[in-house]
């Protein structure tokens, strides 16, 4: 699939403002993979559909990850973790993408994990500091995600966790685990 076809099957998927967001993670990850030796047309590609299942009822992602066995934690955390590995699997399905790579860097796009890939740090890391983002913060993370993608990983993983403590609401262990794994890494 190119980048054309790949634009016009989310497009669908999306609202307006949600397509020009991906457009901007789009780009960003294109000079991210550049930048840090990822493959680019697999950056492209994950990024077209890292947020393919954003709009998806949330009856129909709650079913999909009990159907397909996924990690049941994600029941008891928000619904804003679900359209990650739920667009990975409906991706798969619906728009016939089969490459690994791809499919993890979109499965974990929201929480992270443990020993990220190289392409999931650079989606990760585009999805938050594309160029409509605008929250406190985003610019620190754009500064290191010049030179460093791991101090940019850690700087947003960190943002991500105090603005969900701000707000009372609890964090995904993923989310925790993929922080630990990096300052343990670079201390
Ligand atoms: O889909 P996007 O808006 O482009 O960005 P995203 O996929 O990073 O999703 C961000 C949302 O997910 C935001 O509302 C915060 C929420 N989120 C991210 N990590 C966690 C989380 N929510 C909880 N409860 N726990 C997390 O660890
Ligand atoms: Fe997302
Ligand atoms: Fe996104």
């Not at 680019?40 to 009856?59: N, T």
């Not at 990760?124 to 460093?148: C, K, M, S, T």
């Not at 700087?155 to 009372?168: G, P």
Request: aromatic content about 8%; overall charge negative.
């Amino acid at each position: 699939m190119n980048r054309e076809e790949a634009l016009n099957c989310v497009k669908e998927q999306l609202t307006e403002h949600r397509y020009t967001h991906t457009l901007g993670v789009m780009d960003t990850a294109i000079s991210l993979a550049e930048r840090f030796g990822a493959d680019v047309k697999k950056a492209e590609m994950a990024a077209i559909f890292h947020d393919y299942a954003k709009f998806r009822p949330k009856e129909e992602m709650k079913g999909i990850i009990q159907q397909e066995q996924m990690n049941p934690l994600l029941l008891d955390y928000s619904p804003e973790l679900w359209h990650a590995p739920v667009g990975a699997y409906l991706v798969k399905k619906e728009a016939g993408i089969d490459d690994q790579d791809i499919l993890t860097a979109i499965e974990f796009h929201t929480s992270g994990r443990p020993n990220m890939t190289l392409l999931e740090k650079v989606i990760y890391v585009a999805d938050y500091i594309e160029p409509g983002r605008h929250f406190p913060g985003v610019e620190e993370v754009r500064e290191l995600a010049e030179h460093d993608l791991d101090l940019a990983l850690i700087q947003a993983l960190k943002n991500t966790i105090s603005f969900l403590m701000k707000k009372n609401q609890p964090i995904f262990p993923d989310t925790l685990a993929t922080y630990n794994s990096l300052v343990h890494k670079n201390n």
